[in-house]
């Protein structure tokens, strides 16, 4: 079984994170533009209601954007006060040193490591702002001589491409050593009659064909 709770942020966590900003950057410019506009109509002479139907937003927009522009001659968003950091700096990298030393350990793990008076959300947090994400563990069956000839033979064309099949990753779970046996047989209030081996997996078509016993099992008047 190969697990892999956190791993750092690949290519494609990147591409996304530059395409969400690109798609910010281009609804900000949006809505300077639409400001703009309000602006400008009225300047033209329209009611706050005729610039609301023009452009499509309500009169409580408009109205505030000329507002805005009339005390501070500025359309863009002001910055929004947030609540005050949970975590400092220093805890910031002991939880980011834990998550990487650890790859298969969890954010309440790393909290309670820590001793953090925070929640497992916000170690979340601080490890996704570096880049580092669950993952769903992976499970992989025991492998054959064939299987690790073809998995060292990939591995040594990818060598350069990350740790995510690394020593440190990866644990061993060893079966329970059960063995299944299919069976037939029959009980009746005098008690349990015989057992009958099946081989092979118990199918429709051996149900019909196969079961060569089932005329030792059908009851006889007594």
Not at 48 to 75: D, F, H, M, Q, Y
Not at 109 to 120: F, K, N, P, W
Request: charged share 25%; with cysteine.
């Amino acid at each position: 079984m190969v697990l892999n709770d956190y791993c750092v942020h690949s290519c494609s966590n990147t591409n996304e994170e530059e395409s969400t900003s690109a798609v910010s950057e281009l609804l900000e410019a949006n809505n300077l533009v639409l400001r703009g506009r309000i602006v400008t109509l009225r300047d033209n002479g329209l009611s706050v209601r005729a610039i609301a139907r023009e452009v499509g937003v309500s009169p409580t927009t408009v109205a505030k954007w000329i507002k805005r522009w009339e005390e501070s001659g500025n359309l863009a968003d002001m910055a929004r006060p947030g609540g005050p950091r949970k975590t400092t700096q220093a805890e910031d990298d002991l939880i980011v040193a834990e998550a990487e030393a650890q790859p298969l350990t969890n954010a309440v793990a790393i909290r309670d490591d820590l001793r953090l008076e925070v929640s497992a959300r916000t170690v979340r947090r601080r490890l996704h702002g570096v880049g580092i994400h669950h993952r769903t563990p992976a499970k992989k069956e025991p492998l054959t001589e064939q299987h690790k000839a073809g998995r060292l033979a990939f591995a040594q064309r990818h060598a350069e491409k990350g740790m995510e099949y690394g020593p440190r990753n990866i644990v061993e779970v060893a079966r329970s050593g059960h063995v299944t046996c299919n069976v037939w047989g029959w009980v009746s209030l005098h008690g349990m009659g015989d057992v009958f081996r099946i081989e092979g997996r118990f199918t429709a078509a051996k149900n019909v064909r196969d079961m060569s016993f089932r005329s030792e099992l059908v009851p006889e008047p007594l």
